[in-house]
């Protein structure tokens, strides 16, 4: 963890000017590609949407140059941070040293009320330990989980997994949670009524898994009725990109695992695919001619327009981009977290978990 020697102030005179939109608060300063990526990536989520706005968190230093040039200056806050986590930081000592870095400021933005959604793209495990120290967990949560976008069959071209690396245990009680957290999510980020939920397991029949999954299993259907969700029951790898479903349900050390491998898989595809269209004159003529196609298939399995997994169970909501995120990886990030932000979606969040019996008090964002 690297950092200067002294803070500048983090006064919020300039706040007033961001009244009116969704604030993100932006950690620039974590990812493989710095601060210019973000920074690029914020430009391309501005444009699109006249009712974002930013505080960013960095070195002034090199993120005001980046700022003016994008033509930001009116829909950012700079926040001057001279810390930096690094990708091989321990977690432990974020959180004891921590304090000036950019990753820490970020989620205090979001805590002190002034904006609605952090966003990082810095170290997984320092990201969620300084989120659950200085947002908190919500009442009643043991595990919080982090809940990602997969591409899949469903109309909405995604389904939703959680937990995908957050915690690397779960009991049933926990699973429970996830499915009360992704039933939320979906309606929130999918604009699903009456999401469908399944649990994944080794096979779909009810005497497969660990016990845990067995007792999950009971208490995930004993709460579909009046949580107002379906229950598929037990589902499998292979449903995780079908439509059969909506929300996957499973541990961190398994859904992380799926998640990598899903990642390598489409990118062995694309490489597979652009290496046969280059094998002879032919087949270059034959991708030429399915140039269209192309595009639209390598825009269906790029992972950069899922990227940003969401922290789910603290008290706010925090989106972790990928690291290797580019501008147009952390735009889609920034277009999640404004989505959600805009939705209410951590209140939401909150109820539901509050009780099961309150539940069904959700609704999507067109009901608004």
Known sequence: MSSATETSDTDSASLPALAGRV?????????????????????????????????????????????EKRGLADRCVIRDVPGVVAMDDKPAHVMRHGKDTSMWSTIEAV???????????????????????????????????????WPSRNPSGFN??????????????????????????ARNGL?????????????????????????AHDMIQAAAEEAEFDFAGFVEG????????????????????????????AKLIGDLLTGAFKHSPLSRLAALLALTSLKRFKKRIDPRRVNGGVFLGLNGT???????????????????????????????????????????????????
């Open 23 to 67: 604030v993100i608060s932006v950690d620039a300063m974590g990812g493989d590609h710095g601060p210019a990526a973000v920074v690029a990536g914020l430009a391309l989520s501005a444009d699109k949407n006249p009712d974002i706005a930013f505080i960013l968190h960095g070195r002034g230093s090199e993120l005001r140059p980046l700022v």
């Open 111 to 149: 805590k002190r009320g002034e904006a609605l959604v952090a966003v990082s793209c810095g170290n997984t495990g320092a990201l969620m330990a300084v989120s659950m120290i200085r947002l908190r967990k919500l009442e009643g949560v043991n595990r919080p989980a982090i809940a990602c976008l």
């Open 160 to 185: 939703i997994m959680l937990d995908v690396g957050a915690d690397i245990r779960a009991d049933q009680q926990d699973l429970l949670q996830y499915a009360l957290m992704g039933v939320s999510y």
């Open 191 to 215: 604009e699903l009524e009456r999401p469908r939920v399944g649990l994944l397991n080794v096979g779909t029949e009810e005497t497969k898994g660990r016990a845990e999954l067995k007792v």
């Open 238 to 265: 292979g449903d995780i990109p079908g439509d059969r479903v909506d929300v996957i349900v499973t541990d961190g050390f398994t859904g992380n695992i799926a998640l990598k491998t899903g990642e390598g898989t």
């Open 318 to 368: 925090v989106v972790k981009s990928h690291g290797g995120a580019d501008a147009t990886g952390i735009s889609a990030a920034i277009k999640l977290a404004f989505q959600l932000g805009r939705s209410g979606f951590s209140d939401r969040l909150a109820a539901r978990l509050a009780s099961v019996s309150g539940a069904g008090q959700d609704e999507p964002l067109n009901k608004e």
